[in-house]
C-alpha cells in the first residue's frame, strides 16, 4: 500500500485543522478552490469525506491544496509532521489590555459610580463620549460578534446581495416608513476648539418618517447606508424617535455637544446609534454573500465601488465578516483625532478619540496619509511596532478621501499579521524580528528582508488579501504608539522630543550608580 493510501486519514485530519486555523469553513474551502482551478476543485461533501477519511484525495488535488495553504505538498502525507495547533489566547487579543480591578475594595459598584462621573467632570469627557468608549470595548473584546443583530438585519433583507437604493427605498415603505427631502447646504460648526465644515444628512421623526438631504442623491453608497440605519430603528426599537441624527463633521455629527458626566440617556442613545449602524451593514453586506464577495475580489476596498458600499462600509464590515479575526479599523481627521475605531487585533491606538495628544508618531501609514497633500491617495504599508520586549508585525490599507461636507480624512483598514505567520511557519517570531532589526539598522525603516517577504507573502495568499503583497514593494517602517518612546535612533521626522526625564528611568539609572560604588 502507497504511503499515499496509509496516510490518507491522518491526510484528513491535517486539512481539518488547517481549515480550521485559518477560520473557513468546507464551503469556503471548496470556493476557494475552485478559485484555483476549477476542474480539480473538490465540492463540500467531497472535502467533507476527505476530513473525515473515507475518501483519499489525489495527488492532483493534494497539490490543489497544498498550493491554496501554501504547504508542500509532502507535508499532507507526512506523518511525522506536526498538525498545526489552534490559534492560543496569546494570538487573539481584543482591543485595549485589561487592568485588574485591584484592591477590589477600591473598585466596588459605589466608589465607581461615584468616580466615574467625577473623572468625568475632571477631564472634560461628555457622557456620549465615554458611552462610545465603552461600546467600542464591548465590541472589540466581543469580536463584533452580534449576531441577534446579524439575523435581524438577515430577515429584513433576506440575505439579498446586493441591495440597491430602490431596494431599501421599497424596503422602508414596506416597514411603513415615509421618505421627505430637504435642502440644508453644510455650515460651519465646532469641533472641539476646532471649525469644521458639517452638513446634516438626515434624521428620523417618530412615529415613522425619514427626512434625507437631497444632497445623498448624489451618493448613492451613503444614502443607502443612512436609508438601511433608520430602517433599524423602525425595526429594532419600534421608531419612537430615540436616535441621534445623521451629520458629517463638526458638534452637529459624530461629537455632540454636552456637559461632561454621564446619564442613562447618552448610553441609551449610543447603544442605539450602534445597533442602527450594525445593523445597516448586516443588511447591506450579509454575511456569507459578502464574504464570498470578498474572496472573489482578494478583500480590495476599490471592489466597493462595483455595488455601490462606500469604503468605509467595506473596510467595517470586512473586518466582521473574514474568517481572519485579528483586524483593526481607523477613521482619521486631521490634525489628529480618530472619529471611529475597532481594534479586534489589539493594535495601539496612533493617538486619541476624545482629545488630541502632544506627541503622535508621523510614521503610522494613517497619520502620514491624513498629512500628505501630494501623492497616491491609497497605499498600503507593513508596520513593526515594539511591545515590551517584543515586536509585533502589522500591515493596512489606508486611503484619503472626503466626508459629504467636504472634509479630507482618512480610512485606514489592518491585519496583525504574527498569527497568520504562525499558521504558516514555525519560524514567525523570527521574521517579525528580522524585519525588526533591519529597520532599526536603517534608521527606522527598511526594505523587508527577502526570507521574510517570501513568508508575508505566502501567509497573504492563504489570507486572500491583495494589499499584503502589494505593501511588499514598499519599506517597512517601525511605528509606535507615542513619538517620545520611539525605539529609533534618531527622533522621528515631526515627532517633539522633550528633555524631560521619567521619574522611574531617573530611578533605575540611581540604583545601578549606587551598586556601582559598592
Known sequence: ?????????????????????????????????????????????????????KRVPSMELVGLLSTLFQRDAQWFLDASAPTPPPASAEDRPGGAATVPFEPAFLFSRELLQAAIPELLAQTGTTGRQFAHLLIRSHQEMSRNDFPDLERAAEQ?????????????????????????????????????????????????????????????????????????????HKVLHGGDGLKSVHATGGQAGDSPKGAAGLSPQDVLHAWRDFECSFFAGALLAPKVPFRRFLTRESHRIEAGEKIELAPAMVMRRMTKVSPYPHWHFFDAYPPGFLRAVYRGNGIPLPWGNMAQ??????????????????????????????????????????????????????????????????SHTPAADEIVDSIAQACLREGGEARIPDEAAEAIRGAAKVLNIAWIPEALAKPARIICPRSSHCPRQEACDGGRHSGAREITDLRQEIIRKVKRGR
Open 156 to 232: 429584513v433583507g433576506e440575505r439579498r446581495f446586493p441591495l440597491g437604493v430602490d431596494d431599501l427605498q421599497k424596503l422602508c415603505k414596506h416597514h411603513g416608513l415615509t421618505l421627505r427631502w430637504f435642502d440644508q447646504p453644510p455650515i460651519l460648526a465646532m469641533d472641539g476648539e476646532h471649525e469644521l465644515r458639517s452638513v446634516l444628512r438626515s434624521f428620523y421623526d417618530s412615529p415613522s418618517t425619514i427626512y434625507l438631504n437631497r444632497g445623498l442623491q448624489q451618493h448613492p453608497a451613503r444614502l443607502k447606508f443612512d436609508l438601511a440605519s433608520h430602517l433599524a
Open 1 to 53: 500500500m502507497s504511503l499515499h493510501l496509509r496516510n490518507s486519514h491522518l491526510l484528513g485530519s491535517k486539512l481539518r485543522s488547517l481549515r480550521k486555523t485559518h477560520g473557513l469553513t468546507l464551503e469556503e474551502l471548496s470556493a476557494r478552490c475552485i478559485q484555483l482551478d476549477a476542474e480539480r476543485a473538490p465540492s463540500v461533501s467531497y472535502l467533507s469525506m476527505i476530513e473525515c477519511g
Open 357 to 422: 495628544v502632544s506627541d503622535p508618531c508621523p510614521h503610522w501609514a494613517v497619520f502620514r496619509m491624513l498629512h500628505r497633500t501630494r501623492g497616491p491617495d491609497r497605499g498600503s504599508q507593513i508596520s513593526v511596532l515594539r511591545e515590551g520586549d517584543r515586536f509585533l508585525l502589522y500591515c493596512c490599507h489606508s486611503r484619503r478621501t472626503e466626508d459629504m461636507a467636504g472634509n479630507p480624512h482618512v480610512l485606514s483598514v489592518g491585519v496583525d499579521l504574527v498569527p497568520a505567520l504562525r
